[in-house]
């Protein structure tokens, strides 16, 4: 990857302008003696489903590798036993080759579901390896949650039809739940498809590779500045985006700049607050304009906002 488009990149991301927000999305940690200390707790949630640690290496060939002998084999057909983090990213990859936001979401929150129904990998703590297999609707039934996923699918399937709805209710989710591994993969999910729809064709192994290296530069991003700094990564993957077109940028040297760039960013305080501020409008409640248009005229709305209209015939 030619170092002048990342350092386009981040010039672009540099002269980004914040957009007025009502919320501050660092009130939980701006007085936190150390910026790196939910790096340990955040690792320690994927480390549970066999995730590595190692969030700011570049993608390598083992993974590749890996991806391939797991599609090639089978291993991605229901029913196999897969960790979670693989799962995920899986069904976002075979999400991301949907024509349209509304079926994305759709896709993804059937592949959701469908994960939460899998047998789970017994966790390596002593107890009896089984697996547990339990239903979604029994999960929901008795108020208790299975797997992280079972949450994900939930809350994906009440807000799939607005996707900004959805990137802010996974933020949320990721406030209420700090060490659950899936909501990561999910909002860098939401990003990619927001943003990169043009750099997302080829095979299915060549989106879940930009799909493991979106969801690091999430999770990177997420460990040094909290869950709501991942409400940049639409920002920042918009600019690569721009920049990868304008230059043409082959789309299989996206992830490993994605990841480059993400480290970057996510050593600059000031840059990653203020790319999370331009991705959230602001949070106010809907609002009633009536407006008035005289015949014959033809007049364009522009709302920054979620607004009703009434048009009322007299």
Do not use: C, W
């Amino acid at each position: 990857m030619d170092q002048p488009f990342e350092s386009d990149v981040m010039d672009d991301l540099a002269a980004e302008t914040p957009l007025s927000s009502t919320r501050d999305l660092y009130d939980n940690y701006e007085d936190t003696e150390d910026e790196y200390d939910g790096e340990d707790s955040f690792a320690e949630g994927l480390d549970d489903y066999g995730d590595s640690r190692d969030h700011l290496s570049d993608l390598d060939h083992s993974f590749d590798q890996a991806i391939h002998q797991e599609l090639s084999t089978g291993a991605q057909t229901r029913g196999a036993v897969r960790s979670l983090p693989n799962a995920l990213e899986a069904a976002i990859a075979a999400a991301l080759s949907a024509p349209s936001t509304d079926t994305f979401l759709r896709r993804l929150s059937q592949g959701l579901q469908e994960i939460a129904s899998e047998p789970i990998p017994a966790r390596k703590n002593g107890q009896r390896s089984t697996h547990r297999k339990t239903s979604p609707k029994s999960t929901i039934a008795s108020g208790r949650a299975i797997t992280p996923v079972a949450n994900l699918a939930a809350q994906l399937a009440r807000s799939r039809a607005e996707p900004q709805d959805a990137l802010e209710a996974f933020l949320d989710l990721a406030d209420a739940e700090p060490d659950n591994p899936s909501v990561a993969p999910v909002i860098a999910g939401l990003s990619l498809h927001s943003t990169l729809a043009d750099h997302l064709g080829g095979t299915r192994t060549q989106r879940q590779r930009l799909v493991h290296s979106v969801s690091q530069a999430t999770q990177t991003i997420a460990q040094h500045h909290g869950s709501q700094a991942m409400a940049a990564m639409p920002r920042i993957l918009d600019v690569v985006q721009r920049n990868a077109s304008a230059q043409q940028i082959p789309p299989s040297e996206l992830p490993g700049a994605i990841q480059r760039i993400t480290r970057q960013v996510a050593a600059n305080d000031d840059l990653v607050h203020r790319l999370a501020q331009t991705t959230l409008p602001p949070a106010s409640a809907p609002t009633k304009q009536r407006v008035t248009v005289t015949k014959g005229t033809v007049q364009r709305l522009v709302f920054d906002r979620p607004v009703e209209l009434t048009i009322r015939y007299l």
